[in-house]
């Protein structure tokens, strides 16, 4: 009986991620779920190689998270996984956090997957939020990662993120109401 009422509940969620058509139910309640769409750009592997394409993340492969490559007809030519790519720059940018046409990720020292760069100033911010403007104004705001003046820092709250930015740069300014959000926008702006 338990077992038959375990296959009526995960119908579901299972039946949409065969489809392929978006990503399963399950995840549609996340805060932080996307529907990942295929970009243009060029990915640089550990090793130095460089591969222009068309890319997408490929959800629900845990664990082995990675990139499909198309070509110009939308056939899969490869898998990239995370673990072997280092830099990557993709067409297209979430334009309510940053100016500019594409989106950069990068490898941090201290992770197996590519990071989102949010911001392009002295001034670097990180988040672990593989977005490309799919889910504009979305940032992961549980794990980002600070670089300023060859020192890193780590926070994990918005309030520890504003503090961070007005210690390390005084003469930015900060209202009492403000997220992390505006403080990013703040940041670009102010290239």
Not at 31 to 55: A, E, P, T
Not at 79 to 90: D, E, G, P, T, W
Not at 116 to 130: A, E, S
Request: hydrophobic content about 40%.
């Amino acid at each position: 009986m338990l077992r038959l009422l375990l296959i009526f509940l995960l119908i579901p969620f299972v039946a949409p991620a065969q489809s392929g058509a978006a990503i399963a139910a399950a995840a549609g309640s996340s805060k932080y779920s996307i529907d990942y769409q295929k970009h243009k750009g060029y990915i640089i592997l550990n090793s130095g190689k460089k591969v222009n394409g068309i890319f997408e993340y490929a959800t629900w492969e845990f664990p082995s998270f990675n990139l499909k490559h198309y070509d110009e007809n939308g056939n899969l030519i490869t898998r990239y996984k995370m673990a072997q790519i280092n830099k990557a720059v993709f067409y297209g940018a979430d334009t309510s956090l940053i100016h500019c046409d594409s989106t950069y990720f990068k490898r941090l020292n201290d992770k197996s997957y590519l990071s989102r760069q949010l911001t392009n100033g002295r001034i670097k911010v990180y988040d672990d939020l593989f977005n490309i403007n799919e889910r504009p104004g979305l940032i992961k705001t549980t794990q980002l990662t600070v670089y300023f003046q060859d020192k890193v820092y780590k926070v994990d709250s918005e309030k520890k993120f504003i503090e961070l930015i007005q210690k390390i740069s005084p003469s930015i300014m900060i209202s009492h109401d403000a997220s992390i959000k505006s403080v990013i926008k703040q940041l670009n702006s102010a290239q």
